[in-house]
């Protein structure tokens, strides 16, 4: 796997791979977001007295990662891809649910692209990084 990364790193170029990853975290981020609020949205109106509980336990995992995307951390894209993952479970559960299936595949999905786009930006940004200081 390494020895693969490392020749389409070289093909490629870092710049190149870490604009693509870029681009798959900010899309995937932003799917997954629109996803749990519209989960959010529905548990706030099947419970009566929960008010906007539901919704902010929900969105704010994933939006205390928000300044991390967009000031291009790379250790805090790690951090999102390891939140990413308790998604991924969530998205399993919630697609088991009878009357919830599409919507957990799609929160699934996203969360599966989210956690692999952070995983690969946070390599090609710090490979990339440690480049620019040696040269």
């Known amino acids: 796997m390494r020895a693969w990364l490392e020749r389409v790193e070289r093909e490629k170029g870092l710049e190149s791979l870490e604009a693509q990853s870029r681009r798959g975290v900010i899309f995937s981020f932003t799917a997954l977001a ?3 609020l519209v989960g959010g949205i529905q548990l706030m109106m ?4 929960n008010g906007l509980l539901p919704l902010l336990i929900r969105l704010l995992p994933i939006a205390l990662f928000l300044p991390a995307v967009l000031t291009r951390r790379a250790r805090g894209h790690v951090w999102l891809a390891f939140v990413s993952l308790l998604y991924i479970m969530q998205g ?3 697609a088991s649910v009878p009357g919830h299936a599409v919507m957990g595949v799609l929160e699934a999905l996203a969360a599966v692209g989210l956690f692999v786009s952070s995983v690969a930006y946070a390599r090609f940004r710090s490979r990339h990084q440690k480049r620019l200081r040696q040269s």
């Open 34 to 36: 629109i996803l749990l």
């Open 46 to 49: 099947q419970s009566d007295n």
């Open 92 to 94: 399993v559960m919630l």
